[in-house]
């Protein structure tokens, strides 16, 4: 699965290559009228090593490890750095196949999992804006996707998905259940495969269960989950 590279002449970058044009890039996001520019030498810089899993692995750590330090108003920028992983000029292409992101799922997710912390509270919207443009980006949005079967990579990828939102919803701290649900209704709003009976009977039971709850204290957030 290629980006239309001659792999007889793809070469990777390295990490060296890699580390200058992120902070490049992480410059130019930081500042309104460069941060477009950034996005986009970010989405060819991707483009360049997504045929390589060590190159964009390395990629996704470097953002994370970036990402860490900085206010929740410096972060705000460059979180979108982790949806643009999954985009390609090649996703407007019906042939192209973004199971190649799939292996990127995991380490990203987990990115998105540490930054939920109280003192993160004003991003938690960019949180839930970066996962909904991750589902637009690797899953089926057609409404007709209520009723495909997956296979079992697609299975994987959705479950992922869905379980972040669940495991926060569940996690015993108002931040995390703030996300998990602002997420959830950013699944549901974006991904159809969420009808699919096996899929809507859990998130159903998950939404009651926590309703039911005296001290589950997200749920404004919830509610718009069920009226999404």
């Given at each position: 699965m290629s980006l239309g590279n001659d792999k007889n002449n793809y070469n990777p970058?390295?990490?060296q290559e890699i580390n200058s044009s992120l902070i490049s890039i992480y410059d130019k996001i930081g500042k309104p009228p460069t941060k477009e520019v950034g996005y986009d030498l970010f989405l060819k810089l991707v483009n360049k090593n997504?045929?390589?899993?060590?190159?964009?692995n390395y990629i996704i750590n470097h953002i994370g490890e970036f990402l860490s330090p900085?206010?929740?108003?410096?972060?705000?920028?460059?979180?979108?750095l982790l949806s643009l992983v999954f985009y390609s000029p090649s996703n407007e292409?019906?042939?192209?196949?973004?199971?190649?992101?799939?292996?990127?799922?995991?380490p990203v997710l987990s990115i998105l999992q540490n930054l939920i912390k109280d003192t993160n509270s004003?991003?938690?919207p960019t949180i839930s804006?970066?996962?909904?443009?991750?589902?637009q980006n690797i899953m089926p949005t057609d409404i007709e996707a209520s009723n495909i079967e997956?296979?079992?990579?697609?299975?994987?990828?959705?479950?992922?998905?869905?379980?972040?939102?669940?495991y926060n919803m569940r996690y015993d701290d108002k931040s995390n259940r703030i996300v998990g649900s602002l997420c959830l209704t950013k699944l549901v709003e974006n991904c159809p495969i969420v009808l699919q009976s096996q899929y809507m009977k859990l998130i159903w039971e998950?939404?009651?269960?926590?309703?039911?709850?005296?001290?589950?204290?997200?749920?404004?957030?919830?509610?718009?989950?069920?009226i999404s």
């Open positions: 970058m390295s990490n997504l045929d390589s899993s060590p190159q964009m900085l206010t929740p108003k410096e972060k705000d920028p460059c979180i979108k292409d019906e042939s192209f196949d973004t199971k190649i992101y799939f292996p990127y799922l995991t004003p991003i938690f804006n970066t996962f909904a443009e991750i589902v997956l296979d079992e990579d697609e299975k994987t990828a959705y479950e992922m998905l869905q379980g972040f939102c669940i998950v939404i009651i269960s926590l309703i039911d709850k005296k001290n589950f204290n997200a749920k404004y957030e919830l509610l718009n989950c069920l």
